[in-house]
């Protein structure tokens, strides 16, 4: 396994366009998660898929955020008319298992710079 | 809600020195306590875990205890090395709601 890939990994676009990014979980992983990390800050949780099912999005930073992961493997986040604000590294974390006690494992990230 | 907070750095130390790393948390039940470490150029990877009141987390020499009067989980390691140079996240999931520390950024010379 090659664990946890995001793409692309680096991403610059200009204010107002709309931009998705990939994860690639862990093969046999049904649970998968949603980051951003902004210099000098710890990850802040998106969201969260258990196979399929979005079982939190509340913490989506705001309706021009989505994220999907339509047949419970891979996952796109998508934000759309993208924001100087928005430019930081968007992290994907995937784990096995019901129990927040399992351990996830992060992919390398895709920077977003907004210009 | 739930947060966490832990010693600012960056914090410097020579080798073979004590680390400490402070974190305290605040959370409204029973959640899994975690420290994370990022080493340059790579990802965040989980080091050490512990789900309940009293565990002790290990691994690589790192230890932390799951504090629940004083609220706290401190990372300790009892001789760093130069490879151990690193940012370290402490974090806590409840719920599946993580939440993570700003991170501390060690750097140990030789």
């Known amino acids: 396994d090659t664990g946890v890939s995001q793409n692309p990994r680096h991403k610059i676009t200009k204010r107002g366009q709309n931009v998705t990014f990939r994860c690639d979980p862990i093969?046999?992983?049904?649970?998968l998660y949603w980051y951003r990390q902004t210099l000098g800050q710890g990850p802040e949780f998106l969201t969260y898929?258990?196979?399929?099912?979005?079982?939190?999005k509340s913490r989506l930073l705001s309706d021009r955020f989505s994220a999907e992961r339509p047949k419970g493997s891979f996952s796109t986040l998508e934000i759309q008319r993208t924001e100087q604000g928005d430019s930081a590294m968007y992290l994907c974390?995937?784990?096995?298992?019901?129990?927040?006690?399992?351990?996830?494992?992060f992919g390398p990230g895709t920077r977003l710079t907004v210009t | 809600g739930n947060s966490v907070t832990q010693m600012e750095g960056p914090v410097t130390l020579s080798e073979e020195a004590f680390l400490t790393i402070n974190c305290t948390y605040t959370?409204?039940?029973?959640?899994?306590l975690f420290w994370y470490v990022q080493y340059p150029g790579e990802g965040l990877q989980l080091l050490l875990k512990?789900?309940?009141?009293?565990d002790k987390g290990s691994n690589k020499g790192f230890e932390a205890t799951y504090r629940k009067e004083t609220t706290s989980f401190h990372l300790e390691k009892g001789s760093v090395q130069v490879s151990d140079s690193a940012v370290y996240f402490c974090?806590?999931?409840?719920?599946?709601?993580?939440?993570f520390g700003a991170g501390t950024r060690l750097t140990v010379k030789p």
């Open positions: 974390a995937s784990a096995q298992g019901r129990s927040a006690s399992y351990e996830q494992y």
């Open positions: 093969s046999e992983h049904n649970r």
């Open positions: 898929f258990q196979n399929e099912a979005q079982l939190e």
């Open positions: 959370a409204t039940g029973y959640p899994s």
């Open positions: 512990a789900t309940k009141a009293d």
């Open positions: 974090a806590l999931s409840e719920n599946n709601d993580m939440r």
